[in-house]
């Protein structure tokens, strides 16, 4: 069926390591890769996104990167700040003509100044 | 000018009451959700409406029923509320179908 998978559930990184989040896809169709951030109490806010005929994406200190073949994709983050500390989803929308979005559990980042 | 607002933020109610959740969007897009946020943040699809029809209706109780009376507009009505029901709830709205999704602030519900 439909899953998502990300690891790992919690990191906690040093301020100015990098940051890196793994998420796995069961369908091979899938064709969208989203990230979301989620500062607590707050909405889930797109960061970085990128497309099935794509392997790599970067923007500033973000970059996606997408293994088709291994059904993989992951999110790096380079020299974490403290306002980085927040949940990141993981989101792969199914190939189908159903278009659904399916999220991952999240990963609850915190860096230590 | 908030692109997608949600009303209310907070409701607190009683098991076995009916509700309804708000949501409005100013950005023209063509889609709009519901997603599920329980309390171990796990966010889950529940409906989605593109230009006022609905696409994708997930395996979610009866007693859940949306409704779309424009395309900038998606109700959420829950009846015969159940503890289960807590959770923070939240709208969304996208220009593509699934894709690039921009969420309203939530509501969280509270069933006691």
């Known amino acids: 069926g439909e899953n998502v998978e990300q690891h790992p559930s919690t990191l906690s990184v040093q301020e100015g390591d990098s940051a890196v989040i793994k998420c796995t896809y069961s369908?091979?169709?899938?064709?969208?890769f989203p990230w979301y951030k989620q500062e607590l109490g707050k909405r889930p806010q797109l960061i970085i996104d990128i497309r099935s005929n794509v392997g790599e994406k970067k923007d500033q200190r973000i970059a996606v990167t997408l293994n088709k073949t291994a059904k993989h994709f992951s999110l790096h983050i380079t020299e974490t700040q403290p306002e980085d500390s927040a949940v990141y989803f993981c989101a792969a929308r199914l190939g189908d003509s159903s278009y659904k979005l399916i999220f991952g559990s999240g990963t609850r980042l915190l860096v230590r100044p | 000018d908030t692109a997608v607002s949600q009303t209310p933020k907070y409701l607190v109610t009683q098991m076995g009451n009916d509700k309804s959740i708000k949501c409005e969007q100013n950005l023209g897009h063509d889609t709009m959700y519901w997603y599920k946020q329980d309390s171990k943040k796990f966010l889950k699809i529940m409906f989605s409406y593109n230009n006022k029809e609905l696409i994708i209706n997930e395996t979610v109780p009866n007693r859940f029923s949306p409704k779309s009376p424009d395309k900038a507009h998606l109700n959420l009505h829950i009846n015969s509320l159940e503890l289960g029901d807590s959770a923070v709830y939240f709208c969304?709205?996208?220009?593509?179908?699934?894709?690039?999704?921009?969420f309203g602030s939530g509501t969280q519900l509270s069933v006691l």
């Open positions: 969304a709205s996208s220009q593509g179908i699934g894709e690039k999704l921009f």
């Open positions: 369908d091979s169709a899938s064709n969208y």
